[in-house]
């Protein structure tokens, strides 16, 4: 069974600054536009989500009015990147990444899993919404890894902590015990987990494939760390 320790932990906020995106940067709280996510490329959108989390770190979140985005975006969305996350309540991504109402489109599930319902909504955010990027956002002390990794079973949790077996058996010559006690262990499972979440993205899809094939899209990994916010891209 899972256990109380497997969701655990507390966070603080510590960093620097950068400088955001030119293509974002003229107007930080103006919703986007049909005209500035076409603008956008995928390497462009990265920087800038690189450049929000340098924001959160250092506290100088934008801090647009967000009712304001809600009547700016009324109309339709624009958003130029989707995250795939665990549903972990500590790593939200429109705060970690500090994008507004409209900016990002969001998939989570624990463990940050990739199935078919996930690598449909990936499609729908790129081919038909226009996204250029996707980010799966891996964490430290992550309770669904923790919990595949320990052979946890409860109910349908069982069937989706077997989508992160893969990760494991990736790590199986890993030092130290193989139990979520070894934190060393659950980071290494987690970040194999999202690596493999995104090439599996690109296995998957032939939509998504083809995306990439144009250079119309970019798939990352990245790891969250839940004890200082900061946001570390695989590469
Ligand atoms: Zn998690």
């Known amino acids: 069974m899972l256990s109380r320790r497997h969701f655990c932990c507390a966070g603080v906020l510590a960093g620097t600054t950068a400088p955001f995106g030119r293509a974002l940067a003229a107007d930080q709280c103006t919703a986007l536009t049909r005209e500035r996510q076409a603008a956008l490329s995928p390497d462009e959108i990265l920087k800038e989500l690189k450049a929000g989390n340098e924001r959160f770190l250092s506290q100088t979140m934008r801090n647009c009015d967000l009712l304001g985005q809600v009547r700016a975006t009324a109309g339709g969305q624009f958003p130029v990147a989707l995250v795939?996350?665990?549903?972990?309540?500590?790593?939200?991504?429109e705060l970690v990444f500090d994008q507004r109402i409209g900016d990002i489109f969001s998939a989570r599930l624990a463990g940050n899993i990739?199935?078919?319902?996930?690598?449909?909504?990936?499609?729908?955010?790129?081919?038909?919404?226009?996204?250029?990027?996707?980010?799966?956002?891996?964490?430290?002390?992550c309770g669904a890894v923790k919990g595949a990794i320990d052979g946890a079973e409860l109910g349908k949790l069982t069937q989706l902590l077997h989508r992160i077996t893969p990760a494991i058996e990736a790590n199986r010559t890993a030092p130290g015990e193989h139990t979520s006690k070894n934190k060393d262990f659950v980071q290494q499972v987690a970040t194999t987990n999202a690596r493999l979440a995104a090439q599996g993205l690109q296995q998957e899809s032939q939509v998504l494939r083809d995306l990439v094939t144009r250079n119309e899209l970019r798939i990352v990994a990245a790891m969250h760390d839940v004890a200082s916010g900061r946001i570390t891209f695989l590469e």
């Open 114 to 141: 990739v199935d078919d319902d996930v690598v449909g909504s990936a499609e729908f955010a790129t081919r038909l919404a226009g996204a250029k990027l996707i980010v799966v956002l891996g964490h430290s002390e």
């Open 84 to 93: 795939i996350g665990c549903i972990d309540s500590r790593v939200p991504p």
